[in-house]
C-alpha cells in the first residue's frame, strides 16, 4: 500500500524511503531495486573514480524507473564526477 505525503508526491515515489549514496555500496544494482520497490534509489558518485561511476551509471541505462539520481557530495560543478552525471543523465545533483 503507498504512502502519500508531500515527499512522496514531490519525487513521484510510493513509499518515503530514500537509498543513502553510501559510497560504492549504493551501487546500481541496489539504486534499481530500492527504485523498484516503489523508494528512491541514489547512485553513490562522490567517494568513487570516475571509471567506476561511468560503468555504474551505464548499467542504469534504459532503466524506466525515474526514482533514482547520483549524488556527488562535496564535487564542485565542474569536477570529472559532475561532468560524468551531467553526461550520463543531463544534469548533476
Avoid at 551501487?27 to 573514480?49: K, M, N, P, Q, T
Avoid at 567506476?52 to 541505462?61: D, F, H, P, Q
Avoid at 562535496?74 to 551531467?86: E, F, H, N, Q, Y
Wanted: glycine share 12%; hydrophobic share 35%; aromatic share 4%.
Amino acid at each position: 500500500m503507498p504512502i502519500n505525503t508531500e515527499l512522496t508526491a514531490r519525487l513521484g515515489i510510493q513509499h518515503p524511503i530514500l537509498l543513502a549514496p553510501m559510497d560504492t555500496i549504493s551501487g546500481s544494482r541496489l539504486v534499481r531495486a530500492v527504485s523498484e520497490a516503489g523508494g528512491f534509489g541514489i547512485l553513490g558518485g562522490g567517494y568513487g573514480d570516475r571509471t567506476r561511476l561511468e560503468t555504474e551509471t551505464a548499467k542504469l541505462k534504459g532503466f524506466a524507473n525515474r526514482s533514482a539520481s547520483a549524488s556527488s557530495p562535496g564535487a564542485s560543478p565542474s569536477s570529472p564526477i559532475c561532468s560524468t552525471l551531467r553526461s550520463k543523465r543531463g544534469r548533476a545533483r
